[in-house]
Nanobody, 127 residues
Framework: QVHLVESGGGLVQAGGSLRLSCAASGRTFTTNAAGWFRQAPGKEREFVAAITWSGGSTYYADSVKGRFTVSRDNAKNTEYLQMNRLKPEDQAVYCC????????????????????WGQGTQVAVSS
């Protein structure tokens, strides 16, 4: 069983910053890619950012590009999402995801590209 646990969510004022973490435990596997998705009330889950575990290539949704940074610490088996200049529209439950599979191209941006998911952490942004 693979467990992904997010932390770092909370309430922040617009313009502020938060750093989310996602730690993996349980059955070990080699991560190929890690992603972050978010879901706001009444909306579908959407892609936020992704990173390849070995090379560190990154992918971002247009809505967060330039404000959010995804990174990983291989030794700690942890991925991060640094969120700066937060806006009220960033408010959502943020989930991390991982896959051991080799994925390419547009698959990084889709839920079906990932095999393991965390439960999510709430991010609230006040205006």
């Amino acid at each position: 069983q693979v467990h992904l646990v997010e932390s770092g969510g909370g309430l922040v004022q617009a313009g502020g910053s938060l750093r989310l973490s996602c730690a993996a435990s349980g059955r070990t596997f080699t991560t190929n890619a890690a992603g972050w998705f978010r879901q706001a009330p009444g909306k579908e889950r959407e892609f936020v950012a992704a990173i390849t575990w070995s090379g560190g290539s990154t992918y971002y949704a247009d809505s967060v590009k330039g404000r959010f940074t995804v990174s990983r610490d291989n030794a700690k088996n942890t991925e991060y999402l640094q969120m700066n200049r937060l806006k009220p529209e960033d408010q959502a439950v943020y989930c991390c995801a991982r896959t051991p599979s080799l994925i390419r191209g547009s698959t990084y941006y889709t839920e079906r590209g990932y095999d393991y998911w965390g439960q999510g952490t709430q991010v609230a942004v006040s205006s």
